[in-house]
């Protein structure tokens, strides 16, 4: 739970919603490759990828977390462009609220695929509701606009 004097820091920080939601999803990402690489999806790839009809993959620990943190990086990188809705980073914006509420859907999946606990089920709600924050931000964003 945020605490009112870190609500009020995260919003000076960044004044803009967009940003502010961009910010706090590129945190649930963070959480969700914690979870990934402590539980080792690593590896439950191997397993998965062939029962879902995909050719077989994985890698290897490192390659993950190094991939991972790549991600995290970029995402928290862009956050001051998205803070001042460059046009270019609003629809980067977009495909990230995008692509993330397909990865916590896809982790979602694979726990009924599965029928039991997948690595990153856990945190993928936060991916979920993150991504629908952010675009909900972002549509707000443009009908304003559109308005005035």
């Excluded at 990230?96 to 896809?106: C, K, Y």
């Excluded at 936060?126 to 952010?134: D, E, P, R, V, Y």
Aim: one cysteine or more; proline letters at 5%; charged letters at 15%.
């Amino acid at each position: 739970m945020i605490a009112p004097c870190q609500r009020v820091m995260i919003f000076k920080a960044f004044p803009r919603r967009i940003g502010a939601r961009f910010w706090l999803l590129a945190l649930a990402q963070a959480a969700h490759s914690i979870e990934e690489m402590r539980s080792g999806l690593y590896d439950f790839m191997w397993e998965a990828t062939p029962r879902l009809g995909l050719p077989r993959m994985g890698m290897s620990a490192v390659t993950f977390a190094v991939a991972n943190m790549a991600i995290i990086a970029v995402l928290l990188g862009l956050v001051p462009l998205l803070s001042e809705e460059r046009p270019w980073s609003l629809v980067v914006a977009w495909l990230v609220g995008i692509v993330e509420v397909a990865n916590g859907v896809g982790h979602l999946t694979g726990v009924v695929i599965f029928r039991r606990y997948v690595p990153g089920a856990g945190t993928a709600p936060l991916l979920i509701l993150g991504g629908i924050a952010l675009m909900s931000a972002l549509r707000r964003s443009e009908d304003d606009a559109y308005v005035g």
